[in-house]
Nanobody, 124 residues
């Protein structure tokens, strides 16, 4: 079992930056792959980026490549999502999700553990 808590969301202007954090409980968090998802009003939840437990392998959807960076500090049981060059269409609730001993995946139903979400609003 692992519990996830996101933080770092907020209101930012177009072109600005935010860093989201996903803090996890549990002694074996380093074995968990973590995905970042987002859900805008009236839209389905979508995968944004992910990172494997070890090895630093990452995955990004095309519309965030070059703007978002996912990283982790296993000593702190924390995964980060650095977001730059933010656009109004990045406005959404951002969630981190985790799954153990598995590779990365982009489908939300493959992740059994979820945080409560953090709101990101990009104003124009």
């Amino acid at each position: 079992q692992v519990q996830l808590v996101e933080s770092g969301g907020g209101l930012v202007q177009v072109g600005g930056s935010l860093q989201l954090s996903c803090a996890a409980s549990g002694r074996t968090f380093s074995t968990y792959a973590v995905g970042w998802f987002r859900q805008a009003p009236g839209k389905e939840r979508e995968f944004v980026a992910g990172i494997r437990g070890t090895g630093g392998i990452t995955d990004y959807v095309d519309f965030v490549k070059g703007r978002f960076t996912v990283s982790r500090d296993n000593a702190k049981n924390t995964v980060y999502l650095q977001m730059t060059s933010l656009k109004p269409e990045d406005t959404a609730v951002y969630y981190c999700a985790a799954r153990n001993n598995l590779g990365l995946g982009r489908l939300s139903y493959n992740y059994p553990y979820w945080g409560q979400g953090t709101q990101v609003t990009v104003s124009s």
